[in-house]
């Protein structure tokens, strides 16, 4: 391994809609820079950040892969990302512990549904970003009207760095905007291209593009900005040093020009990553979740985070962690801040996609890997124990789809759940729980597809084959009234008896406020001893609610009175009595059903339009928005999740399969009376409720 300064670090994940080229781009850089023999093809199932069984099966990206790649005196991770809805997840995380994303953007395609998303959610952490036209060798592409998109949707801080000589299949080299260089491209794919003068008859378009991108510098710099006005040029070295500002503020987003298939204008992509992308130690420092900030410097004390897990059959499980301040050291024991444990680290290792290189130490700004840490999860911080730091914790998607599964040979029950709580470590947002009332198994997950990959997943990698039933709604219940009840619990048979006495007034929350529990007791009614014990009832109790089994949210209790005997009383007496109080207070506060909604983008050509703005209107959905992206239209939609459940075959027949749909949980929404009655009879027939309860 060799020792790179932080200074010479290039962090970059590659992001962008699913099918635009990304893993293919990172695998022609590995082959640029001599880090693989060969051009690894996703057709072929041999590129190095593909390579679960899955992916190579399906040709798209599933998980968040790491390859690293040496140029001269400096070292670049990348980060290879999904593109598709169901795992975006992956590449937000994944931003996070880099400094710039490189924004993959098909020349045949332009704009799609994950491009905008990503660029949103690049833009509320401030990451600095570039665009990589890629697929320029595609037949009838055309640069000018994908960058005027780009610069629609994103905004004048889009500019062109390069500018391609030739488009489709006579895409033969590209022009260096900010150096004034052309280069030639070898006919071969080994990624060879020599310097050419710039040709005649692109000048006037370089002179236009190269006037646009100074005066974006200028804009950013007052001193750059007085002299451009005056003197009309810039010297070569504030021209390099004010695009490498203006990137870092996100003043600029500039745009590059490659074909990653047919390796083309990939080393000059390299050379502008090298150049302008942000070594840590120039982006601003990381922020500790009390605010302080975390300096990029290897003298500082140790500061990692740990943004993903994977469980390897050989190695067991794995941890990615990004170190953004100290020098992280093998065999040495850290403190995880988030548990508040230490953690004894063993070996570390590069990862050039899933072949492990051992490391040695690893400087601030670097991304290693840790085998075998035994309580660290992914979102953990981890420092010295003297510093504590503990880094913001990463927020994850909540599910927007569960399964019933059961195994199809009896005795693999057990099978299953170890099974699932190593694929948990390595996808945080897989859920698993055991209904207390039907006694099944359900999993959630982020779409059908994701569900599908988990159970796939089980069978291939861990020996368990299951079936899964039809998707479980996960509903809420709640209250829309007051209550204010008294409950006590008196049992004497023989001996020491059981009391206990409490007095609760039940009211709402606004939507998403979960639950909050509030000691309003005055005097010594009720020992302070037995709080704890009443709060529990009802932290259990709400788990269950009475209306349809669901789980109750959104509520206030306050305890305000009771009693109690000297002898008789206990925590267990209390527990009981609040719990049944909370039963009765609820059914007073009038109840209701909560269902989950769910965002929904649907893309499809413009024909398919009022059939699918009439679709999604009769399962209930709102429509929210249409807009023209490229030759497709978006249609954008709130609709609940139970009516969403077999929306993708019906796109499919509608559309002839030229249609596609992205979905994510947006929030929580009371159902409408009728359908609550099905709900409660269906809760009834599969035993989560007494009729007597409805």
Known sequence: MKEIQSENLRNVAVVGHGHSGKTSLVSAMLYNTKMVNRLGKVDQGNTVTDFDEEEIARKISIQAALAYAYKDKYKINLLDTPGFGNFIWETMVALQAVETGLMVVSAQDGIQVQTEKIFDGMAEIGKPLLFAVNKMCKELVDFDKVFDSL???????????QIPIGQGP????????????????????KGESKEIPIPEALKDEVGLRREALLEKIAENDEKLMEKYFAEGALSPEEIRAGLKNAMLQRNAMPVLVCD??????????LDFVVAFAPAPTEAPPAKAKNGNAIKTDKAAPFAGLVFKTISDPFTGKVSF???FSGTFKPDTFYYNSSKELEERVAGLFLMQGKTPEPAG???????????????????????????????????????????AIEPKARGDEGKISNALQRIMEEDPTIKMLRDPQTKELVISGNGQLHVELVVNKLKRKYGVDVMMKAPKIAYRETIIGKSDVEKKYKKQSGGRGQYGHVLIRMEPLPRGGDFEFVNALTGMSVPRNFVPAIEKGIVESKNTGVLAGYPVVDFKIELYDGSHHEVDSSDMAFKMASSMAFKMAMKAAKPTIL?????????????????INGNLSGRRGRIQGMEIKGKSHVVKAAVPMSEMLDFEPTLTSITGGRGSFFMEFSHYEEVPGHLQKKIIEEAIKEGRVKEEEE
């Open 260 to 269: 990653a298939l047919a390796n083309r204008g990939v080393q000059q992509l």
């Open 170 to 189: 006579d895409f033969s080299g590209v022009i260096d905007v900010v150096e004034l260089k052309a280069w030639q491209f070898a006919a071969d794919d």
């Open 151 to 161: 610069v629609a949707a994103f905004g004048k801080n889009v500019v062109a760095a």
């Open 361 to 403: 130490e690893v400087q601030a700004g670097d991304i290693v890997t840790v085998a075998k840490l035994k309580e660290t999860q992914t979102g953990d911080s981890l420092s010295t124990k003297a510093d504590k730091i503990l880094l913001p914790e990463i927020v994850f998607p909540i599910p927007s789809i569960s399964f």
């Open 595 to 611: 269902e989950p909604v769910v965002k929904v983008e649907v893309i499809i050509p413009e024909e398919f339009m009022g059939e």
């Open 321 to 323: 962690i990004r170190v």
